[in-house]
């Protein structure tokens, strides 16, 4: 079964709005990742939080995690048609095997 | 630049033939390597962790025996769909895990397209 439980499953927004997608998972984790997914290609991973921080910033990437409710949100600022894709979240329970959400397809139009 | 490639990038074969795909490591040394299956708008599916030097380990209803994966260096894990039927036409992800920063780092994925 999955671990991470995305949602939404599809958002679309216009350029400059930002987005936020959630994830939900069910057990203990060492930390959880995001990734980044265009149609028909491999992953790219954009950003990594452990179990023991609540909050990490890259560039125009907002990940927060909150361990006692198990969900983390991850937030793109001022967004951009380049940052249509597929995001998924992952979690890591410490061996390294990673167990992937359903995903959200973003759309962002110019 | 590319941290790990596979090839080939796309495959089309015929029911019951069997096909293989390579996955390299082209950065660093790699024990441990994953493979994954991805069907159209789905999510990654883990199907088994690469070990080199040794046996594969297998998730839960994937099958060893169709799916057969080989080690069998430090830069190279090949995954072997064996009598390949419609129903394995698929999305198959490598990715190459790298201990100090523990990271994965993934392919580029191949299409198989069983007809």
């Known amino acids: 079964s999955q671990q991470g439980e995305e949602d939404p499953q599809a958002l679309s927004i216009q350029e400059g709005e930002n987005a936020t997608m959630n994830c939900s998972y069910k057990t203990s984790i060492n930390n959880l990742q995001w990734y980044r997914q265009n149609s028909g290609r491999g992953l790219v991973h954009l950003i990594l939080i452990r179990s023991n921080e609540r909050e990490k910033h890259s560039g125009r990437l907002r990940v927060t995690l909150d361990t006692s409710k198990k969900s983390s949100s991850l937030l793109i600022t001022a967004s951009r048609a380049a940052d249509t894709a597929s995001y998924f979240c992952a979690t890591d329970k410490g061996y390294s095997t990673l167990t992937f959400g359903k995903g959200t397809m973003l759309l962002v139009s110019p | 630049g590319a941290v790990v490639s596979q090839h080939p990038s796309r495959v089309i074969c015929k029911s019951g033939t069997s096909v293989k795909i390579e996955c390299r490591s082209l950065?660093?040394?790699?024990?441990?390597m994953f493979w994954y299956r991805q069907f159209p708008k789905q999510s990654l599916m883990l199907m088994a962790t690469?070990?080199?030097?040794?046996?594969?380990?297998?998730e839960q209803g994937v099958e060893k025996d169709k799916f057969l994966i080989n080690h069998a260096s430090l830069t190279l894990s090949t995954l072997t769909v064996t009598s390949a039927h419609p129903e394995d036409s698929s999305f198959y992800i490598c990715?190459?895990?790298?201990?100090?920063?523990?990271?994965?780092?993934f392919g580029p994925g191949t299409r198989l397209t069983v007809t």
């Open positions: 990715s190459v895990w790298r201990e100090g920063p523990y990271e994965q780092y």
């Open positions: 950065d660093f040394q790699a024990t441990t």
């Open positions: 690469s070990n080199e030097g040794s046996k594969a380990t297998y």
